[in-house]
């Protein structure tokens, strides 16, 4: 009857099924491009003759063939990164496990690189990739060098430029309306503020209120009222004394009969001005821009807060000699001058004494240099000055702890 129907047969179906998945990579032979389920097929493969005339193709020409598988290899698997994950920082067993998806991929075993581990130190060589290695294993972040995307970033880093030279002239046009209304002598008043002090126990404190404030209270009040008041009071300049016993308090209060003006508050706070509004308004900008989830900074000094590095450097200090991917940095130790690529969440700033430089990490006044002025314990802030910049000479108060640190000597 011959061979009709094979292909719908049940053991052909079988074959096919087992065929569409993942097999293993040991029983691939890259040359033939043949797949073998198991140990057996694939020594009857490696001493049939078809493999090995594929061989002696190979072996005139091996280096051509390894380049080429290579850099198959590479195109299939940087093209995966770029499709599957973009610029986002990613561990390569991942991006190669997505890339062995598809049953028709470059098996590494055929390639110049023994392992995926190579293959990424030399995507980092060629700067392709930012290359880190952690004890979960290597991490990539694709270095996007796509024309429209390198102008896009020219555009934005121009834009950013241009609104830094706005704010900066801003401040010095601001710092410059200050400057001149000191020297014309135009201050704010501030409010007095001065205690009760009585000499004598015996005395009586009188609360009275001006005439002016009589006048303009009779002005509001309607003429019926006035008129019946006027004649209940014999002398018009008569006042209603509520006198307190002086052995119980030792006060006598004295108020005019028609006042009923509310007393006015011990402080006050004044109308805030143009310019100061200005001023707040741009420190919320600079704090919503500048404000950032990371914060390493190259020379400053921190502290390890973590115990996976063991004892040694436990509570020590170090200064941050080179920032990667920005969570990321390399601490040269103090004590011992070791080197340490370290995570931002395993580290702490450091605050020095009064009067030493620090830099702000984080906030509206991100990357500024200033001097340490004060530092509150009760409230973990600290104050410093701006050193240099169109801010030289700014106060800032009541900065957080953990957005300035020591900088190195």
Same mark, same amino acid.
């Given at each position: 009857?011959?061979?009709?129907?094979?292909?719908? /047969?049940?053991?052909?179906?079988?074959?096919?099924i087992k065929a569409k998945g993942l097999q293993k990579l040991r029983w691939y032979c890259q040359s033939c491009e043949k797949q073998c389920r198991d140990e057996n097929g694939f020594k009857c493969h490696i001493q049939s003759e078809s493999h090995q005339r594929q061989l002696l193709l190979v072996g005139e020409n091996s280096g051509k063939y390894i380049a080429n598988y290579s850099h198959e290899f590479h195109s299939g698997f940087f093209s995966t990164l770029?499709?599957?994950?973009g610029t986002k920082r990613v561990l390569a067993n991942t991006v190669y496990c997505e890339y062995i998806k598809d049953r028709d991929h470059i098996h590494m075993n055929a390639t110049r690189w023994v392992a995926l581990a190579g293959y990424v130190r030399w995507l980092g060589s060629q700067g392709l990739c930012e290359v880190e290695q952690t004890e979960k294993g290597w991490y990539v972040t694709l270095i996007d060098k796509d024309p429209? /995307?390198?102008?896009?970033?020219?555009d934005s880093e121009r834009k950013d430029k241009m609104d830094l030279d706005d704010e900066q002239r801003r401040q010095k046009l601001i710092a410059e309306q200050i400057k001149r209304d000191q020297e014309r002598g135009i201050q704010l008043p501030e409010p007095v503020f001065t205690e009760l002090v009585r000499t004598d126990e015996d005395e009586k404190v009188q609360v009275t209120?001006?005439? /002016?404030?009589?006048?303009?209270?009779?002005?509001?009040?309607?003429?019926?009222?006035?008129?019946?008041?006027?004649?209940?009071r014999t002398n018009p300049t008569d006042e209603i004394s509520d006198e307190i016993d002086p052995k119980k308090s030792k006060i006598e209060t004295t108020v005019d009969t028609f006042v009923f003006k509310k007393p006015l508050p011990v402080s006050s706070q004044r109308k805030k001005s143009a310019l100061e509004e200005v001023r707040e308004m741009e420190e919320k900008m600079k704090e919503k821009k500048n404000r950032k989830d990371h914060w390493l900074h190259e020379g400053i000094v921190v502290k390890i807060i973590t115990l996976k590095l063991g004892e040694k450097y436990y509570k020590k200090k170090g200064i941050i000699t080179k920032v990667e991917n920005h969570y990321q940095g390399i601490i040269k130790m103090i004590d011992t001058n070791d080197k340490i690529r370290i995570d931002q969440a395993h580290v702490e700033t450091v605050i020095p004494a009064i009067g030493k430089k620090v830099l702000i990490v984080n906030g509206a006044y991100r990357g500024q240099e200033a001097t340490l002025e004060d530092i509150h314990q009760d409230t973990f802030s600290v104050d410093v000055t701006i050193l240099k910049g169109s801010m030289i000479g700014t106060r800032l108060d009541n900065i957080p702890y953990e957005d300035v640190s020591k900088l190195a000597d």
């Open positions: 009857m011959g061979k009709d129907g094979g292909f719908l /047969t049940p053991k052909a179906i079988g074959n096919r770029r499709r599957s994950f429209d /995307t390198v102008r896009r970033e020219m209120f001006s005439q /002016t404030a009589v006048a303009e209270r009779k002005k509001i009040l309607p003429p019926s009222i006035l008129a019946s008041s006027s004649k209940k």
